[in-house]
């Protein structure tokens, strides 16, 4: 199959043929020649290209003016409303070593993403590479060179501060854990991260419990991730605003403001079951008992309800959480409160520290919000509540998140956005699609803005099309921009990558379905075929081979 791109200006006039590496491995051959007044770029797979028609995918953009990342406004009849799109780039996209992992591929594929529509790209600045070495000693080189490079291209870019370990997570293709001098501490002091009743430690992120405490030689975890972010702004200073128009503060595992209530690693838990309360480490039981003496209720400050399960259990298993459970009494109401505060106060405590950093320079901050959907359609929503969210039948747990971000203007940036309900297991009794109206709803009261990802790697049209739904403000708040996970060898396949291009598109035409054009020769014709890029003449050709 052919997709065809428009675009006024050719995408590079190169002479001589350089070997690439794509960032996750894309086997293929780039061959790219400069034609008057047209171009053509064309991949195609050794094993599909006599097989594959010629379709064109996307009208080029005309030159425009391009409207400001976020410049969506909280007024709900935006039918024709822009939304732009980012894509986020792969977990390692940076060496173990701190440089930016296959840059001449990464030119390529930034390239491809310009041409596509999108605004830009998502990275994670990992606190376990950034700060490696030591405390205080930063190493941003190869966030220097990729943040050029997108420059170079005309791309937006969105820097996610991962203060979390990459690994043991949905998705996670490699393994970054916490900085080496940080997990010595932790080595001689195994309370630093969050602990399960039975004892078992997480290692994905320092435990919210000791947040103002100096425990990591010195300085407290916020202290850190304080220092952290401003080692950032003074190094990108001239690009905030401009180049870097949005910080995602990490808040938690996979920087998302929540326990790591289901890890995946290991088989300590499966999709779709309740997962665990976090609480057990001795910062978090030194805090529960004085809630609970506070209380005048001693004996509850001795750890969480005793009959809330285990990580793979479903909610009628328990005490706790069935039906007519004790989640519902006073002593549930107590503990959830006090849990679920306490990861406010953390979101609270680092969102003001990255408010105080930022204020003035241009860029956007936002956090994560888990899209914890299964078991929403339970009383007590079990799987929420483990993860810190005190959302019931009976109350609402995201608008004091909502609020709590609105205060330091902070965009609400949610996950699922992609899922329906209808491809739920019925064992999961959950509803996605109603998590997502409720959170559009609780950012709509507190006004404050609403983005988007999806949270499993799809590429298919159905997965594009509920997003596009989402994305209009039928039902709450309407997204301000969207980050598609993620950048990979599958996105260039050519079905996958036409989807893209027309999912582009409708965003930038507020979420109405457009088609595209078939074909405009005068312009520059894009061929996504599994395997190789290539731009044909019959003079010369200039080939970047990827491998």
């Not at 976090?278 to 805090?287: E, F, G, P, R, V």
């Not at 105080?356 to 241009?362: A, R, W």
Request: net charge neutral; aromatic share 10%; with cysteine.
């Amino acid at each position: 199959m052919t997709l065809t791109l428009q675009s006024s200006t050719s995408f590079i006039n190169l002479k001589e043929t350089i070997s690439v590496k794509t960032p996750n491995e894309f086997l293929g051959m780039v061959s790219i020649v400069q034609t008057k007044p047209s171009c053509r770029l064309v991949v195609k797979s050794s094993m599909q290209e006599d097989q594959l028609s010629h379709e064109s995918i996307m009208e080029g953009r005309k030159s425009e003016k391009r409207e400001k990342l976020h410049g969506l406004t909280t007024t709900h009849s935006n039918s024709s409303t822009r939304v732009p799109v980012f894509v986020m780039l792969p977990l390692d996209t940076m060496t173990k070593g701190g440089k930016l992992n296959k840059p001449r591929a990464m030119s390529v594929s930034l390239m491809a993403l310009k041409s596509s529509g999108a605004e830009g790209v998502m990275v994670d600045a990992w606190w376990g590479l950034v700060e490696k070495d030591g405390p205080l000693k930063y190493n941003w080189e190869g966030y220097a060179q990729l943040v050029k490079m997108c420059q170079e291209h005309g791309l937006k870019l969105q820097v996610v501060m991962s203060f979390h370990q990459c690994g043991g997570n949905v998705g996670d293709s490699c393994s970054i854990p916490l900085p080496p001098w940080v997990l010595e501490e932790i080595s001689k002091n195994p309370d630093l991260v969050y602990t399960d009743r039975s004892g078992r430690r997480n290692p994905e992120y320092i435990t919210l419990g000791c947040d103002q405490l100096p425990v990591l030689r010195g300085r407290t975890p916020i202290q850190v991730y304080t220092d952290y972010m401003r080692s950032f702004r003074e190094r990108f200073s001239d690009y905030l605003g401009n180049v870097i128009v949005e910080i995602q503060v990490g808040l938690g595992p996979c920087g998302e403001l929540r326990y790591p209530s289901y890890p995946e690693s290991s088989g300590t838990w499966r999709l779709p079951r309740i997962g665990e309360f976090q609480c057990y480490d001795m910062y978090m039981i030194a805090s529960l008992a004085a809630a609970a003496k506070a209380a005048g209720k001693d004996g509850w400050g001795q750890g969480g309800p005793h009959d809330s399960g285990q990580y793979n259990q479903f909610p009628e298993d328990t005490g706790f959480f069935q039906r007519d459970g004790a989640w519902n009494g006073e002593y549930g109401q107590f503990f959830l409160e006090w849990y679920s505060g306490k990861l406010l106060e953390h979101g609270d405590r680092i969102l003001a520290a990255g408010e105080s950093i930022y204020q003035g320079t241009g860029a956007k901050l936002s956090g994560k919000v888990a899209g914890i959907h299964w078991h929403y359609n339970t009383r007590s929503h079990a799987a929420e509540l483990t993860a810190g969210y005190y959302n019931t039948r009976h109350r609402d747990g995201y608008l004091p998140i909502a609020r709590m971000l609105a205060k330091h203007h902070v965009v609400l940036n949610f996950t699922c956005m992609e899922m329906r309900d209808c491809e739920q297991p019925q064992s999961a009794n959950g509803s996605p699609e109603g998590l997502v109206r409720q959170v559009k709803n609780a950012t709509r009261i507190a006004e404050v803005e609403l983005a988007g990802e999806n949270a499993l790697e799809r590429y298919d049209e159905e997965a594009y099309s509920q997003v596009l739904a989402t994305s209009r403000s039928d039902s709450g708040n309407a997204l301000s921009a969207f980050t598609f996970l993620r950048m990979n060898k599958r996105l260039f396949e050519p079905q996958n990558w036409r989807n893209l291009v027309q999912f582009v598109k409708n965003m930038l035409e507020g979420g109405r379905n457009v088609e595209l054009p078939e074909r405009d020769s005068s312009m520059i014709d894009l061929y996504i075929h599994v395997g190789f890029i290539k731009k044909s003449h019959s003079k010369e050709t200039k080939e970047v081979t990827l491998v």
